[in-house]
């Protein structure tokens, strides 16, 4: 499998000096491919189609191993699943109630706010992570930093 730009975890998968095989570089792939924060069995589907001999075990244990090497992160959205996603800028999610999409959103006001919560504390603020729930209310275009699509 050639290094493509669209498969720019697979880039960050032999940077991080990991050992690649193709079952590791197909889940890189369908990892590469999913905006939506897939959870470990989606990734399974997804990354089953293209190699039928990708066991959900060894998405789990490659998940694992991504983890460990900081090149993905786990997102809990309180649905009692862990969701994925390749480790990138600082971004809250905003967790839609009524079909459990998951939008994502930067908002420079926030940080300013929580870096003033924790300076009242008596700390220097060097990271976030915020889950927010809510309902969509009328018929407006998703305003997601990048298009999630289940
Ligand atoms: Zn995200």
Redesign the pocket.
């Known amino acids: 499998m050639a290094v493509t730009m669209e498969n720019a975890m697979l880039k960050k998968c032999i940077d991080a000096g990991l050992r690649m095989t193709s079952q590791r570089e197909t889940i890189a792939m369908a990892l590469d491919q999913s905006y939506d924060?897939p959870d470990a069995e989606l990734l399974y589907k997804r990354a089953n189609e293209i190699d039928s001999t990708i066991s959900i075990a060894t998405i789990y244990r490659t998940l694992g191993i991504f983890e460990r090497a900081g090149l993905v992160q786990k997102?809990d959205v309180g649905d009692g699943k862990s969701h994925y996603?390749i480790a990138r800028d600082q971004?809250e999610?905003l967790v839609d109630t009524q079909n459990g999409q998951?939008h994502?959103f930067k908002s420079e006001e926030l940080t300013a706010l929580l870096s003033e919560i924790a300076d009242k504390m008596g700390f220097e603020l060097t990271s976030h992570k915020l889950e927010v729930y809510g309902k969509k209310h009328g018929d407006v275009a998703c305003r997601c930093i990048q298009i999630k699509v289940y």
Request: glycine share 0%; proline share 0%; charged share 30%.
């Open positions: 924060h997102v996603e971004h999610h998951i994502e």
